[in-house]
């Protein structure tokens, strides 16, 4: 995929920076430990 | 520009999802299931299917009929889900289809080649998802309603990683011997200095090298995922390092036991030299259990050293940002902490916070290693039946008898006390005696009842935590969903752009790796440590 084909983020992220994403799966990560914790 | 195409694709594959959770609820495939062997995925397919499935028919119908006409969040997002649930389709063949229709034809064909080739050469959904993702790339393209979704693999990999931290706790550092730590640390430090110095010497790219460095230091898919954002490598370099630690590691896992057996080595010193020797984590415990068929000896050993690797994981990553960050800049000076704020990859902390987590117990008890603890309470020895009424698990009078018939046929000392105390009290006292115990059954002294009653003993005071069991298969599909998506960015060109200096580096730096560790091995490592 080239990089060019997107206008957000690059070839391989949809995520405007690398810092953005790794926060995102931070989130999402607690997110799901908060939902395991709580219902399994 | 705009992103959301108008296609029939996403609701086409969501409907296909729904039915696939419905056949499989209704019972209608419990013959195909039961062929494969995956009726312990059944609850998982039911949500997943019906979950990814739902979004997909939702999504699918909202960018047929009505898609968005203009550029903006909503066109963006909605456009990302075609992706996504490409992704989870080929993710739901390779882990529901492929990785056990592998694992039937490796036993299958075990009696005729000696071996066990789907085991042998790692052929599970980590290698399978990757070559699919590839296959569909190189050989029908990613269709076009996908291609944004796909960008979403990396967030999926990240979180498997820090997911992973959930896995472990500090209750296992406890365990881990001193020399352990220290043989580890020179060999995983050693040997991403020497590929960072081979790199540079032959003219390897800095994201290639750094990349590889922590692949062939720390160990296989994690540790170069972790790394791969310091030094912005591409996903050739990400699968190009997975696949050369998983070549080698193959090499490895014939070569190691046979050099083992020919230097006589003892059960530390073979688990210590493979788990610092070999690079991946499962043809560890491969090479161990085929050292050592009849016990575990040697698989624990070679497991604490493996799990010494991962707690490297922070430090690598630092010194790669702080590399990287003076190769590219060409700085003398580094300001660390400019570096960490700037550079250090959030979620590779997030590993740290979930091992924290882990480790104050709010998952599974603080002792658990990977999910599975020693209980022999008198509470967890007694069950309930279907009916409500307390069940004991303690051995009864006929499990006695049989194990009191056949206690002759075992020799060793420490093996004949355990099975004594196992007799005495009805149930196992301690990990040790379940450990030794275990050595037993593996090593089939006594008859196959004798064995059952050996094998009901060990699962009444065995345990694994719920919470890290789910964990455990959260991680898996994560990683499968980014290692699909990973392989989906990976096309021929790249590869040949990369060349084959990696698989040069890699392999020689995986064989000083293995000689250096085999001499420090043989010459400090006694038979305990």
């Given amino acids: 995929m080239a990089e060019d084909k997107f206008d957000r983020g690059s070839a391989l992220t949809v995520f405007t920076s690398d810092r953005y994403e790794d926060v995102m799966a931070l989130v999402l990560s607690l997110l799901i430990a908060l939902l395991v914790y709580s219902f399994i | ?529």
């Fill in chain 2, 1 to 529: 520009m705009l992103y959301t195409r108008k296609t029939v694709w996403p609701l086409g594959i969501g409907v296909i999802m729904v039915a696939y959770a419905y056949l499989v609820q209704s019972g209608a495939l419990a013959d195909l299931i039961k062929f494969l062997g995956t009726a312990r995925h059944v609850g998982e397919m039911g949500v997943l299917g019906y979950t990814f499935g739902g979004i997909a028919i939702v999504a699918g119908l909202w960018q047929l009929l009505a898609p968005p006409k203009e550029e903006g969040n909503a066109d963006y997002f909605l456009s990302m889900v075609g992706g996504v649930v490409f992704i989870m389709i080929v993710a739901f063949i390779v882990k529901w289809g492929l990785d056990p229709l592998m694992g039937q034809w490796g036993r299958a064909a075990q009696p005729t080649l000696g071996f066990n080739f789907a085991s042998v050469m790692n052929l599970n959904y980590v290698v399978m998802g990757i070559l699919a993702g590839i296959i569909i790339v190189n050989v029908f393209k990613v269709p076009g309603w996908a291609e944004n979704g796909v960008r979403l693999s990396r967030l999926g990999l990240k979180t498997g990683v820090i997911l992973l931290g959930a896995l472990y706790s500090l209750a296992e550092l406890a365990h881990l011997g001193r020399l352990s730590v220290v043989l580890i640390g020179v060999f995983v430090l050693g040997s991403v200095g020497v590929v960072l110095w081979m790199g540079a010497r032959r003219n390897m790219p800095n994201s290639m090298t750094g990349v590889l460095s922590a692949g062939v230091g720390v160990c296989g898919v994690s540790a170069a995922v972790a790394a791969a954002p310091v030094v912005q490598a591409k996903s050739t370099e990400i699968a190009y390092t997975i696949g050369t630690i998983l070549l080698f590691g193959v090499l490895c896992m014939f070569l190691f036991p046979i050099v083992g057996k020919a230097m006589g080595m003892g059960y530390i010193q073979f688990g210590a030299w493979a788990g610092t020797g070999i690079l991946n984590s499962a043809q560890v415990a491969g090479a161990a259990l085929a050292f050592q068929p009849t016990g575990i000896e040697t698989l624990k050993v070679a497991e604490i050293f493996n799990i010494t690797r991962v707690l490297f994981l922070p430090i690598i990553v630092l010194w790669l940002a702080v590399w990287y960050v003076k190769r590219e800049v060409g700085a003398q000076q580094v300001d660390l902490v400019q570096v960490v704020v700037g550079k250090f990859p959030v979620f590779v902390l997030g590993f740290i916070l979930m091992f924290a987590l882990s480790s104050t117990g709010i998952f599974a008890p603080a002792q658990h290693y990977q999910g599975s603890y020693f209980d022999n309470s008198d509470k967890a020895m007694t069950t309930k039946d279907k009916d409500g009424k307390p069940v004991s698990k303690l051995l009864n009078d006929k499990d006695l008898a049989t194990l009191q018939g056949e206690a002759g046929k075992v020799q060793r000392q420490d093996q004949k006390a355990a099975l004594q105390r196992l007799v005495e009290n009805k149930k196992l006292m301690s990990i040790d005696d379940d450990d030794t115990l275990r050595g037993v059954v593996n090593a089939k002294l006594m008859s196959k009842a004798a064995n059952d009653v050996l094998v009901k003993a060990h699962r009444a005071v065995r345990h694994t935590a719920k919470k890290i069991a789910m964990f455990r298969d959260l991680i898996a599909w994560f990683f499968t969903f980014g290692l699909v998506g990973l392989g989906m960015q990976i096309t021929m060109a790249s590869i040949k752009q990369a060349g084959g200096q990696p698989l040069v580096v890699g392999s020689i730096v995986g064989i000083v790796k293995a000689l250096g560790s085999l001499l420090v091995v043989w010459l400090l490592v006694a038979e305990t440590i």
